[in-house]
């Protein structure tokens, strides 16, 4: 069987062989890092018990919402402008790098305060988050990740974040060993950053580049910068929805509750690997039945929504049913309120699914100011919620308010905007009619 696949795929252009190539090295990235946080992970939150892992995620958390500072919306943005000019890519590089560089120490100066600010004299967290804060500046070297994509030459970055994560993996498990504090997980975590950085710099000197020939221009900074801030807005939006409740949890309640949290949590992110992936494979049909006729692309995009409402059933019912021995089995008995969450997570994954689904019919029909206006408003409504909720029902609290601004997020905005109504109707009937579901596609459309 593999000799006919391979034989199948050599018979296929050059660019499409490249295109394959690459994007099973970013598979393999992600897989191999799902599974050494499953694994090794579990093991942390088993030593570090419920209160430490609650303290280490909820100093994660909190420096994970400045993200954008760092990220500046700019990976789209340089990626194209490397394509378009590659005569200015010491230009655009090295212009990327400083703009990242003084995000990532704005981070480290904003994280601090606010956290002084919000825990005067708690100097466990202020030195925990420092750590953390300052493994983030690496981020910078990100830089050379985006030469890379822009070559379809992702092997590299898989080959860089692979190593490190299977370093920092083996240094945890030693750690765990050796019996050492806290404090030593969150210098791994930004041991992780720091190595991949080095990596990065090292294949980048392999390809024949040299980082000393970058340079930096204030106009191409501006004109970056101009262009990258409704992306960024976006991802302050969407790393707000992801992380907010995490934090809440932690100010309004306490660390504890924030371990439960995040154990249902990363259970849950292993089965949303799935969609991303498929959606990342079908995108070029959907463009593809975009041209040929609308009738197709409906079709299409409501056979896709069928296949993840499939994904969520699923997935759900079975942890539904054995949520409670799934998490005692793998984290212990301090994890039991994680085996109360899980279930409820396993319904966020029906609004996950559909919002990757989504994302397909937003890039087709160039609906990208709307979406970054329903990520916001899904941003405000989780914090709102959150804020009413977590004083009552704690974590639980928190599931449901991120649960609820999921919803608006995926479907209720559409109603009040008659563009989105005809993908609106085709998520219902996807959800509807899931027993319609064709595998295949009419050949007279490849």
Request: net charge positive; glycine share 4%; charged share 15%.
């Amino acid at each position: 069987m593999f000799k006919r696949i391979a034989v199948k795929v050599n018979n296929f252009n050059p660019n499409i062989r490249k295109v394959i190539s690459n994007s099973s090295w970013l598979v393999a990235q992600r897989g191999i890092r799902i599974l050494l946080e499953l694994f090794v992970g579990i093991w942390v939150a088993r030593y570090l018990g419920v209160k430490q892992f609650g303290v280490y995620i909820y100093a994660l958390s909190f420096v994970d919402l400045f993200a954008p500072f760092f990220h500046l919306g700019l990976p789209n943005i340089v990626v194209r402008d490397i394509i378009r000019e590659p005569n200015s890519i010491n230009e655009i590089l090295g212009t990327t790098f400083i703009l990242k560089l003084i995000g990532g120490i704005t981070t480290l100066f904003l994280a601090l305060s606010i956290i002084m600010y919000l825990r005067p004299g708690d100097t466990l967290f202020h030195l925990l988050i420092g750590i953390i804060a300052v493994g983030k500046i690496f981020n910078a070297f990100e830089t050379i990740d985006f030469w890379f994509q822009s070559q379809i030459n992702s092997k590299y970055i898989a080959i860089s974040k692979i190593t490190a994560y299977c370093f920092v993996s083996l240094f945890k498990v030693f750690l765990i060993k050796i019996k050492a504090p806290l404090i030593a997980f969150v210098i791994a975590f930004s041991l992780e950053i720091f190595i991949s950085s080095i990596m990065l710099v090292i294949n980048y000197r392999v390809s024949g580049l040299f980082i000393s020939s970058w340079l930096f221009h204030i106009r191409r900074a501006k004109s970056l910068l101009h262009e990258s801030w409704p992306a960024l807005l976006s991802v302050t939006a969407i790393i707000i929805q992801a992380r907010i409740d995490q934090v809440m949890l932690g100010q309004m309640i306490n660390e504890s509750e924030v371990g439960q949290y995040s154990v249902a949590m990363r259970l849950i992110e292993v089965f949303a690997f799935a969609p991303g992936i498929i959606c990342q494979s079908i995108a070029p049909l959907i463009a593809k039945a975009k041209l040929i006729s609308k009738q197709l692309y409906y079709e299409r995009l409501t056979n896709i929504y069928r296949l993840m409402f499939i994904l969520f059933l699923i997935t759900a019912i079975p942890i539904i049913i054995f949520s409670r021995q799934i998490v005692l089995l793998l984290y212990g008995q301090d994890y039991e309120l994680a085996s109360q969450l899980l279930p409820l997570f396993s319904i966020r994954l029906f609004f996950t699914n559909f919002g990757v689904a989504k994302s397909l019919f937003i890039t087709n029909d160039s609906l990208f100011v709307y979406s970054l206006i329903t990520a916001i408003l899904g941003a405000v409504t989780n914090i709102v919620c959150n804020y009413i909720f977590i004083p009552r029902y704690a974590s639980i609290g928190a599931l449901w308010a991120t649960i609820f601004s999921f919803g608006v997020m995926t479907f209720m905005t559409d109603i009040f905007y008659p563009r989105i109504h005809t993908n609106l109707r085709a998520m219902i009937i996807g959800i509807l009619t899931p027993f319609k579901l064709k595998l295949s596609h009419n050949k007279n459309h490849n």
